[in-house]
């Protein structure tokens, strides 16, 4: 079988926007480094509606924001400040911790915003950690055209380009769009591999994709994606963790009392702030949404 599992999507419901969560799940963790898979919109947002999600922690991930349509404004405890667009990708990796906040810019808020995006987090691998935090935002994709497909190469290597993000693990990640009678082989060297359906419809090896659910495919096997009236896919993936990984809220880390520190730092005040975006924070949550079956 090409398709080993199929993740159907969490659908948290924001007010302004849904948002679909496929990792993690009690059915699976991880895909190669991806442990957290989110996709949200497309949403157009009211007059005076905005995204505004407040300064909050990480540690021991990297995190991938990949837009479709909209613009995100970044702001970090480093000092970083970039607005998102599509067809820029924002990794921010959080290391030892980092802090965050992402909101629609000034400009955007007079009209009705639009969303629609990815937004992923990647595990740092064993001995990397606890590395030092650092943020990049690159628009230098490597984009690969066939006869009615377009694929932008997001992180690692895939059809023969490869993307210039850094990547902490062995990573593949890209967007996929498929015209009508479009087709693209998907790579097989990748420990892990899944798809996601975002817009429009497609297949791989013959099987219908399921909107907005992640399709797991079988290690090793050459696949085709095809569409037959055009659609927009995610390919992610990469390189198998053979250490667990534990999720909880905003931190994810191979140990859990390392969590537990975390959870006490960020009570306590002893993260950083973040550089014109003080005043506000999430507070942490008794039972937070995001975490790993254990």
């Not at 998102?84 to 808020?109: C, D, F, K, W, Y």
């Not at 290690?219 to 009236?229: F, H, I």
Request: glycine residues 8%.
């Amino acid at each position: 079988m090409s398709i080993i599992q199929e993740i159907t999507p969490v659908t948290h419901d924001l007010g302004a926007f849904q948002v679909r969560r496929v990792l993690p799940s009690p059915k699976r963790t991880m895909v190669g480094p991806f442990i957290f898979v989110d996709q949200f919109g497309p949403s157009q947002l009211k007059l005076g509606e905005a995204m505004d999600v407040r300064p909050h922690p990480h540690i021991n991930l990297a995190t991938v924001t990949w837009l479709f349509e909209g613009a995100i404004d970044h702001r970090d405890s480093l000092g970083s400040f970039a607005t998102i667009r599509p067809g820029q990708v924002n990794l921010m990796t959080a290391g030892r911790g980092i802090v965050h906040s992402e909101r629609s810019p000034q400009e955007e808020r007079p009209k009705p915003p639009r969303l629609y995006g990815m937004q992923t987090w990647l595990a740092l691998p064993d001995g990397m950690e606890e590395i030092d935090p650092a943020f990049e935002s690159r628009q230098d994709l490597p984009q690969v055209e066939d006869t009615c497909a377009t694929a932008r190469v997001i992180m690692g290597s895939l059809w023969g380009a490869k993307a210039p993000t850094t990547c902490h693990a062995e990573t593949i990640y890209a967007e996929i769009m498929l015209a009508a009678g479009g087709s693209i082989p998907i790579d097989a060297e990748a420990d892990e591999r899944a798809v996601m359906l975002v817009g429009g419809e497609a297949k791989i090896g013959g099987q219908d994709l399921p909107l907005y659910t992640l399709v797991v495919l079988a290690p090793g096997e050459v696949m085709t994606l095809t569409s037959d009236k055009g659609g927009r896919v995610m390919l992610l993936g990469g390189e198998a963790f053979t250490t667990k990984r534990h999720v909880w809220w905003n931190f994810v880390s191979s140990r859990r009392d390392r969590i537990e520190q975390a959870k006490a730092d960020w009570t306590e005040g002893r993260f950083p702030k973040v550089p014109g975006d003080e005043i506000e924070w999430i507070p942490i949550p008794e039972r937070p949404l995001t975490r790993s079956a254990e």
